[in-house]
């Protein structure tokens, strides 16, 4: 029961994890100075993991209406059934990956100033990136070796769900889970000690005089970091220990792995946004000018000469004739408006030539 009803929530927080990542990415898109880049590069990488959202709530939406739930089936079959899957397993290590790098670049700042102002160009960049994307592919290829190891072994079955720890292997799945687990702790046990050397370097000018960026931005890229490494940390740990308190047969250790990823993709994924907005002041300026572009006063300014008179005539010419454009021959021959020294009510006449 509480299965079905996940997966019915599953589209869902998959379409809100597609939809905060692409926000992301269309506010971020030309940030890519300094290591800004990497709010791009998780922007994809949640990008990835709401396509998988997606899929594997569709897919458990089809099997439990159409199809049969208790039906076993080989751990290979469900590669191929079940997209979502082989995603899991690459923007898994893609996000620890990210994790690492950025907290390294972070760290490489704070030590070398100098050097790092005059060559982070040329490691932080896309092309890092794509190498972390065929890093991580290469990672999740152990995920394969038992569902393809199973391939004709007709004594392994699994669900035709295709829960993820059971399509994995369960060996091979407390291996992954612990390096998810303990990856963003030791993540932010880095940011620590860049804590501890950037307070070093700052409380004497001559060892912070050659500081090649600027404080704020540091303390911004430093609070983006330590949060989602902080956030992914909790996501994966409290329901690990809820679990962990659950007894033998309950359905929440069947659908483990969802918990532990909803968990993720709520708090981490889906209010990445929320932190952007209220750390990253480009972020802030970017959504302003996005969303205020065509918000603004559109007041015209001006009249034209065919515009009705808007408080009717409050002037009057010479020979007495009303004249709300101010002209002295409006009434001689002259195009009204056209011609003369404003008086009082001053405006001014725009004309149009049509052929």
Request: include cysteine; aromatic fraction near 14%.
């Given at each position: ?64 209406i159409y ?194 990823r909803v ?75 056209e011609a ?16």
């Open positions: 029961m509480l299965e079905d009803l996940l997966y019915e929530v599953l589209p869902v927080i998959g379409f809100a994890i597609i939809a905060s990542s692409v926000l992301i990415i269309i506010v971020m898109r030309k940030e890519t100075k300094n290591s800004l880049i990497f709010c791009l590069c998780f922007a994809i990488s949640d990008l990835l993991s709401g396509i998988g959202t997606l899929i594997d709530g569709f897919y458990g939406v089809i099997v439990t199809g049969n739930t208790v039906e076993a089936i080989s751990p290979f079959d469900c590669l191929l059934r079940a997209i979502n899957v082989p995603i899991f397993l690459i923007t898994d290590y893609l996000h620890v990956l990210l994790l690492a790098a950025f907290a390294i670049d972070r760290l490489i700042q704070i030590i070398f100033p100098v050097s790092y102002g005059k060559f982070y160009s040329y490691f932080i960049n896309w092309k890092l990136f794509i190498l972390l994307i065929f890093a991580s592919t290469g990672l999740s290829v152990q995920g394969w070796v038992f569902p393809l190891d199973s391939r004709f072994n007709s004594s392994v079955r699994v669900m035709s769900q295709c829960r993820f720890d059971e399509v994995v292997g369960e060996e091979y799945y407390l291996k992954h889970i612990l390096t998810v687990q303990w990856s963003p702790i030791i993540c932010v046990g880095i940011l620590f000690l860049n804590i501890v050397l950037y307070c070093i370097r700052q409380s004497k000018h001559k060892w912070s005089y050659n500081w090649s960026e600027e404080g704020k931005t540091t303390k911004q890229l430093f609070a983006t970091i330590f949060i989602r490494c902080f956030l992914s940390g909790l996501s994966v740990h409290v329901p690990l220990l809820v679990i962990a308190r659950t007894t033998e047969g309950h359905e929440l250790i069947a659908i483990k792995d969802h918990i532990i968990s993720y993709w709520i708090f981490v994924i889906i209010f990445q946004p929320l932190w952007h907005f209220l750390i990253l002041s480009s972020f802030q300026s970017n959504v302003y000018s996005l969303f205020n572009r065509y918000s603004e006063n559109t007041e015209r300014k001006w009249q034209s000469a065919n515009d009705p008179p808007e408080d009717g005539a409050t002037h009057l010419d010479r020979h007495g004739s009303p004249n709300p454009f101010g002209s002295w021959y409006s009434m001689t021959g002259n195009i009204t408006g003369g020294l404003p008086v009082g009510n001053e405006r001014s006449v725009s004309f149009y030539y049509q052929e």
